[in-house]
């Protein structure tokens, strides 16, 4: 005969049993919150603010010794990840630029401007391609960090545009980089409408969220989960990048996109831009450079 209870005892077991995982559940899920995001692509490690490629190591800020992998779109060089330059084709169309973000209102004004296509770096100028036009005399000498795969800054828009003329392109106008960044639809961000992580740009590395401590930019391409829709990459945080200077004043341009400093989401987003005088250096400022399209 079953003794009086017996057969309640499974069920009762069962309800322990799950009550001590759903405890479990929570405990992993704070712990996990609690620990920083992940920001560094397959291929690349994190090192205090840096992501540095497998196999290397941190020495002050800078990546250092040869890597075993890097992220996708990356080769290991003796000297660290450099990413592979090629341009991409951005089509024509027309660019929306209106406060449709509530974090813009106030911050630009809504206007439209046709855009034909063009022809954009996938990367920002990295140390190792202006590397190659200062030894060809025709860029002004810079301080290097020594690794030939970090975004290049700290040039002014008029060397900037220099590199550009010996890459044979130029500098980006407002409205180009602006078109690359949000696209015929208006895109929050390069990527898309969401999803502002550490994993897809390089931005919050200096007080958080994403790191803390950065003295200047990462490499480039070392966050492909950020390219675009034509596959420019870092066109949201890394360096900001300078724009053209144009009439009535050319004191002045624009410099889009945000930089590693950001620590806001905000300042990624692709109407984000700052006004600086052409003269500017600055660790948070670097370049890329447009081409006519062919057939364009």
Partial sequence: MTAPGARGLPRIALLFLASALALLAVVLLARSRAEPPARCAAGMIALGARCCGEGQRLEG????????????????????????????????????????????????????ATIAPFLIDALEIDEHRYDACLREGACTKLPLSGEPG????????????????????????????????????????????????????????????CAEGALGPELTGAHPDGASPEGALDLAGNVAEWTLPEPPDARVTEARGGSFADGAANGIRAWQRRIVPVGTRSPEIGARCVYPAPGG
Avoid: H
């Avoid at 450099?82 to 911050?107: H, I, N």
């Avoid at 800054?153 to 060397?159: F, H, I, Q, R, Y």
């Fill in 61 to 112: 800020e800078r990546c250092v010794g040869a890597p075993s992998r890097c992220a996708i779109g990356m080769e290991p060089s003796p000297s660290g990840c450099v990413a592979t330059a090629r341009k991409v084709r951005v089509e024509g169309g027309v660019l929306r630029v209106g406060p449709g973000d509530w974090e813009a209102q106030g911050v630009i004004a809504a206007r439209e």
């Fill in 150 to 209: 970090r975004a290049l800054c700290g040039l002014t828009a008029d060397e900037a545009q220099a590199y550009c003329r010996w890459a044979g392109g130029s500098l980006p106008s407002r409205d180009q980089l602006a078109f690359a960044a949000a696209g015929k639809t208006g895109r929050r961000y390069a990527w898309g409408d969401t999803g502002a992580v550490c994993r897809r740009a390089a931005w919050g590395l200096v007080n958080g969220p």
